[in-house]
């Protein structure tokens, strides 16, 4: 791969860092709607597909037999990982968009529920795929060929095959994200002090959430009284930053999916409304190309900086997105 390249190059003509305190600058990059097995399930020495180590469910086969009911299909009572462009031609630029199935409270949660025999402690099987709201595409995955930038930097650097989605809540995107930035969607009794918590959903409307929400079985579960109470109101890793005397700079691309988490707390807020621009304020990043492209721009740049030896390059994505794992 030619990314492979030109890490490894680089890497011959740098000089390691000794430890951690020569680490000058740390990168954190974060997507979107992803799943470690979904995009690395096939590669070699990961516990992707070929993990021994995985669960056997109660009926004796691995959780990889995740178990189809009527909803989905009258063919077969399971489905295996499949991939995902098997058809080829412009299916293979088609499913790079494709949506899986539910990343919703619900389905998530059935997902880690006791089956339906209660000695199947966590059985995956009984109620992930079953959810009505899940697809078949929701076990599918792709290959090297299908994404060979990410698949050469995680192999010229290192990959976390055990990635874990930080928050299984009711809307998965804003509360990994502010997790992210902040280190807490402030569970009640947790590690802020506020009463704006839990962040569990998408609110970016000012005022709380509730909910109740009724599974397939009938079983309803009730929220707290109430939560996502936005903005929010406790301190994010910038202002620790700056408040610690470190220099920082918050980058997002033009048209960001209003996914940067910074404007739902109300130290943002109010700095925009005083219209700062000091060391604060936020830098604008144009990024070329789908997930491969941004994934690239930003590698490109940190391997060829004479602080290469002295960065950490920090990528992740926020949530499933409802792919398989």
Same mark, same amino acid.
């Given at each position: 791969m030619f990314l492979s390249a030109i890490v490894v190059a680089s890497l011959a003509a740098s000089t390691f860092a000794d430890s951690l305190a020569e680490v000058e600058h740390i990168v954190l990059f974060m997507q979107e709607n992803r799943a470690f097995d979904h995009y690395f399930g096939t590669m070699a020495g990961v516990r992707g597909f070929k993990d021994p180590n995985v669960q056997i469910n109660c009926d004796g086969r691995s959780v990889f037999f995740q178990q189809v009911n009527s909803l989905l299909s009258n063919d077969?009572?399971?489905l295996l990982p499949w991939y995902i462009s098997a058809a080829g031609g412009e299916f293979i630029n088609g499913t790079q968009c494709m949506d899986a199935g539910s990343n919703g409270w619900g389905e998530n949660h059935a997902a880690l529920a006791f089956g339906s025999n209660a000695t199947c402690?966590?059985?995956l099987q009984d109620l992930w795929l079953q959810a009505e709201a899940n697809t078949p595409q929701s076990w599918g995955h792709f290959r090297r060929s299908d994404l060979p930038v990410h698949f050469a930097i995680a192999e010229g650097w290192t990959v976390g095959d055990m990635y874990q989605q930080g928050v299984i809540?009711?809307? !998965?995107t804003n509360p990994n994200r502010v997790i992210w930035q902040s280190g807490s969607i402030a569970i009640p009794g947790g590690n802020v002090n506020t009463t704006q918590g839990p962040v569990l959903d998408n609110n970016e409307t000012?005022?709380? !959430? !509730?909910?109740?929400q009724r599974l397939e079985n009938g079983t309803e579960l009730s929220s707290p009284q109430v939560y996502s109470c936005f903005p929010y109101n406790w301190q994010t890793l910038p202002e620790f930053l700056q408040d610690a005397g470190i220099t920082w700079k918050e980058f997002q691309a033009v048209d960001n999916f209003d996914d940067n988490p910074l404007p739902y707390f109300d130290f943002w807020r109010n700095l925009a409304d005083d219209n700062a621009? !000091?060391?604060l304020a936020q830098q604008g990043l144009g990024m070329n190309g789908g997930g491969n492209g941004k994934e690239k721009e930003v590698v490109d740049a940190i391997v060829n900086s004479p602080k290469y030896n002295k960065t950490i390059l920090i990528i992740s994505f926020d949530e499933t997105g409802g792919w398989g794992d």
């Open positions: 077969t009572d399971f402690y966590f059985n809540a009711l809307q !998965s000012p005022g709380c !959430s !509730s909910l109740t621009t !000091s060391e």
